[in-house]
């Protein structure tokens, strides 16, 4: 007989810098997995781990939903940042209610910067080669 998984109360995604990620909520006791792993063994810093909590925390809602993120791409900040992104998403469809306080924090605002392409003549995306008179 197949497990029947209850389907998932919101489901968004979110982006930084070269990070994806998907978070998928469900009622519960506040666990937060991060690729199949707690956060506090994911994210190697407090700070990371406190980016990531940061739209429960302003929600109120740190205890009341199992949070389930997929990350992949990009660097460890890059990956805390976008499971902020999307997780701000998803408590959004939860509750409207939550816009005012989500985007006056900025969790809602895909943060634009990218990493600027190297040009041809050049080291890297600015750094020229060294000149010598001699």
Do not use: C
Request: aromatic letters at 6%; zero cysteines.
């Amino acid at each position: 007989m197949a497990t029947v998984v209850a389907p998932p109360l919101a489901h968004a995604s979110g982006s930084r810098k070269e990070a994806r990620a998907r978070v998928w909520l469900q009622p519960g006791s506040g666990r937060i997995l991060v690729n199949e792993r707690e956060v506090d063994a994911y994210f190697p810093t407090a700070a990371l781990r406190a980016a990531v909590r940061r739209p429960l925390v302003l929600a109120g809602a740190e205890g009341r939903f199992d949070v389930s993120i997929h990350v992949d791409g990009g660097g460890v900040r890059g990956q805390a940042e976008a499971a902020r992104h999307a997780l701000a998403r998803a408590l959004l469809q939860v509750d409207q209610g939550l816009r005012g306080a989500l985007r006056g924090e900025g969790l809602l605002t895909r943060d634009p910067r990218m990493k600027e392409r190297k040009k041809y003549g050049r080291k890297r995306a600015r750094k020229g080669f060294q000149y010598s008179k001699r």
